[in-house]
């Protein structure tokens, strides 16, 4: 039972161009959520993170939004960089499950320039 | 500061086999986290420890997988006998206390065949 959600395998755009990255989870108990992002041959690394008392967190090209009641996230990264291609993992926490994070299956992101 | 290291970088194992993978994570982390990818799907949870106890065991797939972590430093993750399944990526994490973002490790492929 998959309780984080990235529904879209891989996502492709243009230089320049907005990335929006989409996640869902189901367990309402997460009360904070990051995002990661992984090059090949690497571990995951942090990206940015949002804790569910917010709705949005931004950091330089990366915002992440969060909306509790549809129980989703996304992370928008303005403008895309060629460098910006990688996996992109999201992540959820919740107390209850002693803060381990569980992770999504990722999105492919290509940044074509 | 040194990362969180792990080795072998990738294994190659007869299935019936044993492998150890190490961790070493940030000096000073006292949460220690294993994370297993198979096949290109979520990055799953396998356990915690903080310093050398284990916390959370409840995703270590079966009695094949030993973790230790004597002295709350490093840490091995022994698989015997291998199985075709155990193929993937193993990540190790670490954190310090309390704190929700995770630094991962390379990883450590391993291929039974």
């Known amino acids: 039972d998959q309780q984080v959600k990235q529904n879209s395998p891989s996502l492709s755009v243009q230089e320049g161009r907005i990335s929006i990255l989409n996640c869902d989870y189901t367990?309402?108990?997460?009360?904070?959520f990051l995002w990661y992002k992984k090059y090949p041959a690497e571990g995951p690394t942090f990206l940015i993170s949002i804790s569910s008392i917010k709705d949005k967190n931004e950091d330089g090209r990366f915002t992440v939004f969060l909306n509790k009641s549809a129980k989703h996230l996304s992370l928008h990264i303005v403008p895309s960089q060629p460098g910006d291609s990688a996996v992109y993992f999201c992540a959820a926490i919740s107390k209850e499950y002693g803060n381990k994070l569980v992770f999504g299956a990722g999105t492919i992101l290509r940044v074509k320039s | 500061e040194a990362g969180v290291t792990q080795f072998p970088s990738h294994s190659v194992i007869e299935k019936g086999q044993t492998v150890t993978l190490r961790c070493d994570p940030i000096?000073?982390?006292?949460?220690l986290y294993w994370y297993r990818r198979v096949m290109g799907k979520e990055i799953k949870f396998l356990l915690h420890?903080?310093?050398?106890?284990?916390?959370?065991e409840s995703g270590m797939p079966n009695n094949r997988f030993l973790a230790e972590r004597t002295g709350g430093t490093y840490s091995t993750l022994k698989v015997q006998p291998a199985e075709l399944e155990d193929s993937g990526v193993y990540f190790c994490?670490?954190?310090?206390?309390?704190?929700?973002?995770?630094?991962f490790g390379a990883g450590s492929r391993l291929t039974v065949l």
């Open positions: 000096s000073g982390h006292d949460n």
């Open positions: 994490a670490s954190s310090s206390s309390g704190a929700n973002v995770l630094t």
């Open positions: 367990n309402s108990m997460f009360d904070y």
């Open positions: 420890f903080v310093k050398e106890s284990k916390q959370d």
